[in-house]
């Protein structure tokens, strides 16, 4: 991919087609094609047949897809939806495939937590180091560093 304008026509992607994922894709479908990823396959075809996903109708600018290799080289803007527990190691799989020129902008809430093994974060007796608490932004620039 070369180094490309911001106000170059390019699609942007969407990674995670759940109900945010989907409200956000359909909000910048509203001025750019835009890229729907989804790690389920069933998901895609059903979106690209269907055109509705949970319950949210899909903009005709919207293609669904599985595929990041395709997301990365159409797309420099990159919009990670994703639930934080998952965000972290969709991160890990899209950072081999990023360019410098990409830029991510999260729509996740939360944060990432190392835990010890066995424990959780109901457990009355956890104490948390505050390098084992990280924020999706700081995940992304250890995952892509």
């Known amino acids: 991919m070369d180094l490309k304008n911001i106000s170059d026509n390019n699609p942007v992607a969407v990674i995670g087609a759940g109900s945010f994922g989907t409200a956000v894709a359909n909000l910048l479908a509203e ?3 835009v890229y729907l990823h989804s790690k389920r396959q069933d998901a895609v ?3 690209n047949r269907d055109r509705t996903n949970n319950g949210q109708q899909i903009h005709p600018n919207i293609t669904a897809t599985t595929d990041f290799q395709e997301i990365t080289s159409q797309c420099y803007l990159i919009f990670p939806s994703l639930s934080s527990d998952n ?3 969709t991160i890990k799989q899209i950072a081999p495939l990023l360019h410098p020129d990409h ?3 999260h729509c996740t809430k939360g944060f990432d937590i ?3 093994e066995g424990t959780s974060l109901l457990d009355k007796d956890l104490k948390l180091n505050v390098n084992d608490v990280k924020t999706m932004s700081q995940v992304i620039l250890e995952e892509t560093a």
């Open 114 to 116: 190392k835990l010890e």
């Open 31 to 33: 001025n750019k094609k």
């Open 87 to 89: 965000f972290r190691s």
């Open 103 to 105: 830029i991510i902008i």
């Open 45 to 47: 075809d059903s979106i």
